[in-house]
């Protein structure tokens, strides 16, 4: 099975910086897109950015300028940079992966558990 695991979430100050990380394991035989969507209290899931296997970058538009995803194709890991944090940054950030396994070869979408990033003074 695959396993898609964040970490990285916490309390920063407004204007202050967090990384996000979420590394994938299991039966991992490729992966496309990787990506970053959060939630906050009360409403719907929305996406924060995604970035193929070849490095094409796409952001909201609420986080371009501050925001910078990444990742390491050796380690089927994708970050999350958010710098000049705001309050409306709070939510649980979800990520989320296309993967092909070895069993079955067959392309499917995961997402991890989530991460708690709450922005406050």
């Known amino acids: 099975q695959v396993q898609l695991v964040e970490s990285g979430g916490g309390l920063v100050q407004p204007g202050g910086s967090l990384r996000l990380s979420c590394a994938a394991s299991?039966?991992?035989?490729?992966?496309?897109?990787m990506g970053w969507h959060r939630q906050a209290p009360g409403k719907q899931r929305e996406l924060v950015a995604t970035i193929t296997s070849g490095g094409y970058t796409n952001y909201a538009d609420s986080v371009k300028g501050r925001f910078t995803i990444s990742r390491d194709n050796g380690k089927n890991t994708v970050y999350l940079q958010m710098n000049s944090l705001k309050p409306e940054d709070t939510a649980v950030y979800y990520c989320?992966?296309?993967?092909?396994?070895?069993?079955?070869?067959?392309?499917?979408?995961?997402w991890g558990q989530g991460t708690q990033v709450t922005v406050s003074s």
């Open positions: 989320n992966a296309d993967i092909q396994t070895t069993t079955g070869w067959v392309w499917s979408g995961y």
């Open positions: 299991g039966s991992i035989f490729s992966i496309r897109a």
